[in-house]
């Protein structure tokens, strides 16, 4: 039985630059409310409580899994009959996943767009047979004509692309709001429910991977407990105050510290010493991906030091390497400066061998 896709959940009001939204305020909040639960239809917080606690790769792992064929009859007899058993169970169970979270970008006038594609597993992808595989809700679509090289930089790779599931707009708000939306949409994590029914592998040059059916899905802060969006829809969850991600968080909207030593500014140099961790990791992203292309990376620094929000463009935008990139660089710390405001700095990246 082939999974039932689902519809990309996208709000119904425009949501490109120059775009006019009727209601106003009033209808950027509507976007973020969790999309209802049918009539029987069960919630995600009911599917996830009855989802098992199984390792997923393990789970998969028994499905790619064979038996030896060079023993003799009676072990590769007792051998498929316990994977028959393990490959059952793993496509009768649910399970619970964390997912890569959505891609948050920032766009003028409109506030903070999030997208959740239908790459679940990207970023880290699990090693399968010897391979690491992505695991997606879906197929690749078909790809995109690369753009071409400039002279002497070699055949650009094809762009990966996947289904969206949802699109969902976050207003912009002022004052000291915005720092407590900022803080949240950083601490952003996506959960999963899935089934292993019949997965699908596919490959797409170099890059393989396996689509499984995709049962719920939904986005939160931890730290708060607000819930973005969800589907089938979910209760607001208790705030994981214990959540690593909570602690730096604390720290990281700390007060910068004052005082003659500090530069009014951070220098070029400064930069370019902060950053150089995120060059070194460019190299392994290209070396687990195998992709070229250049990451153009826009970064907003506190006075205190601390990253704000990482942006990517370029011929590398919404692909795999870019955001293996950009995670790098969200974990940067910079030396602190005395002005009160932030600063924005463009650092490009190029991925090759």
């Known amino acids: 039985m082939r999974p039932q896709r689902r519809t990309p959940e996208r709000s119904r009001w425009p949501a490109g630059p120059g775009s006019v939204w009727p209601g106003g305020l009033l209808v950027a909040i509507a976007l973020l409310l969790p999309t209802p639960a049918l009539a029987g239809e069960p919630t995600f917080d009911a599917l996830a409580a009855a989802s098992g606690k199984s390792d ?35 496509r009768e169970q649910s399970i619970l996943v964390a997912i890569d979270p959505p891609r948050v970008t920032l766009r003028a006038k409109l506030g903070w767009l999030m997208t959740l594609t239908g790459c679940l597993m990207c970023a880290e992808p699990p090693v399968l047979a010897g391979k690491p595989r992505r695991l997606t809700a879906s197929e690749p679509l078909p790809t995109k004509p690369p753009a ?15 289904a ?46 396996i689509a499984i059916e995709t049962v719920a899905w939904r986005v939160l802060d931890p730290c708060s407990g607000k819930v973005y969006v969800s589907r089938p829809s979910s209760a607001i969850q208790i705030p994981q105050t214990e959540d690593p991600a909570c602690k730096v968080e604390k720290k ?9 030593s500090l530069p009014e500014r951070l ?3 400064d930069i370019e010493r902060a950053l150089l961790p995120v060059r070194l990791q460019a190299r392994r992203c290209f070396q687990k991906y195998r992709i ?18 990482v942006r990517s463009s370029g ?14 660089a969200l974990r940067i710390r910079f030396p602190a400066f005395r002005s009160h405001t932030s600063m924005h700095v463009t650092f490009p990246v190029l991925l090759r061998q």
């Open 56 to 90: 997923l790769s393990s789970e998969l792992e028994a499905l790619v899994m064979r038996c030896d064929d060079e023993t003799d009859d009676r072990e590769r007899r007792l051998c498929e009959e316990v994977l028959r058993t393990r490959q059952a169970r793993a």
């Open 148 to 162: 071409k090289a400039p002279p002497g930089k070699g055949e650009a790779a094809p762009e990966i692309r996947f």
């Open 164 to 209: 969206i599931l949802a699109e969902v707009v976050v207003p912009e708000p002022n004052g000291t709001e915005r720092l407590a939306v900022e803080a949240s949409l950083r601490r952003l994590r996506a959960e999963a429910i899935v089934k292993l029914r019949a997965p699908r592998t596919w490959s797409q040059g170099d890059v393989h991977g």
């Open 252 to 260: 990281a909207v700390a007060a910068p510290t004052k005082g003659p």
């Open 267 to 269: 220098t070029a140099a």
């Open 292 to 309: 070229r292309g250049v990451v153009n990376l826009g970064i907003d620094i506190r006075p205190d030091g601390s990253v704000k929000m």
């Open 315 to 328: 011929s590398l935008v919404d692909t795999p390497s870019a955001e293996c990139v950009r995670a790098a």
